[in-house]
T-cell receptor, first 113, second 111 residues
Framework: SQTIHQWPATLVQPVGSPLSLECTVEGTSNPNLYWYRQAAGRGLQLLFYSVGIGQISSEVPQNLSASRPQDRQFILSSKKLLLSDSGFYLC????????????FGSGTQLSVL | QKEVEQDPGPLSVPEGAIVSLNCTYSNSAFQYFMWYRQYSRKGPELLMYTYSSGNKEDGRFTAQVDKSSKYISLFIRDSQPSDSATYLCAMSDGGFQKLVFGTGTRLLVSP
């Protein structure tokens, strides 16, 4: 089974500062990778997904960007954080079987102050 | 209308009760249905996975899909305080780039 490593667990950043969240996946190859954001009391919002190295699809136009420099590495970035970027960020990956089973990392709680 | 509707709760039950969690959806193309459990400040954990209509049982958990009514359920028997979490339903038409999630139902099981 696959393991998703996501860090840091908690992050407090001032408005206007840059952001870099990293996610790495073990136990699978060529996975589909995803970044979700979960706001308090709201559902999971898909931000980006990637089907391969260098291939990024954006679901929501915003202050964030994503990159996939390696097969099992997915990075979420921002040049200047906004207050509205606060939330719980989750990296996810598809299972090898590709039958829609999505596995999640442990998440990063981002607070922008 | 949202594609997937889920009551946010909270749903409070005593230990040992049978819990019923539900989602309704509008897209008849959905074929794959999942339930995730999410503890506070943790990533969602895949709990149940079903394809098309029918029931699937795993220990104390039963997932039920009624495609004709566009309605899915998760039953938890003999609920335990450790079951206290938010339960998210998710579904897909097979285009696995995008799962559609419900907003989650918060369950509280009291000892």
């Amino acid at each position: 089974s696959q393991t998703i490593h996501q860090w840091p667990a908690t992050l407090v950043q001032p408005v206007g500062s840059p952001l870099s969240l990293e996610c790495t996946v073990e136990g699978t190859s060529n996975p589909n990778l995803y970044w979700y954001r979960q706001a308090a009391g709201r559902g999971l919002q898909l931000l980006f997904y990637s089907v391969g190295i260098g291939q990024i699809s954006s679901e929501v136009p915003q202050n964030l960007s994503a990159s996939r420099p390696q097969d099992r590495q997915f990075i979420l970035s921002s040049k200047k954080l906004l207050l509205s970027d606060s939330g719980f960020y989750l990296c996810a990956s598809h299972s090898d079987s590709g039958l829609g089973k999505l596995f999640f990392g442990s998440g990063t709680q981002l607070s922008v102050l | 209308q949202k594609e997937v509707e889920q009551d946010p709760g909270p749903l409070s039950v005593p230990e040992g009760a049978i819990v019923s969690l539900n989602c309704t959806y509008s897209n008849s193309a959905f074929q794959y249905f999942m339930w995730y459990r999410q503890y506070s400040r943790k990533g969602p954990e895949l709990l149940m996975y079903t394809y098309s209509s029918g029931n699937k049982e795993d220990g104390r958990f039963t997932a039920q899909v009624d495609k004709s009514s566009k309605y899915i359920s998760l039953f938890i028997r003999d609920s335990q305080p450790s079951d206290s979490a938010t339960y998210l339903c998710a579904m897909s038409d097979g285009g696995f780039q995008k799962l559609v999630f419900g907003t989650g139902t918060r369950l509280l099981v009291s000892p």
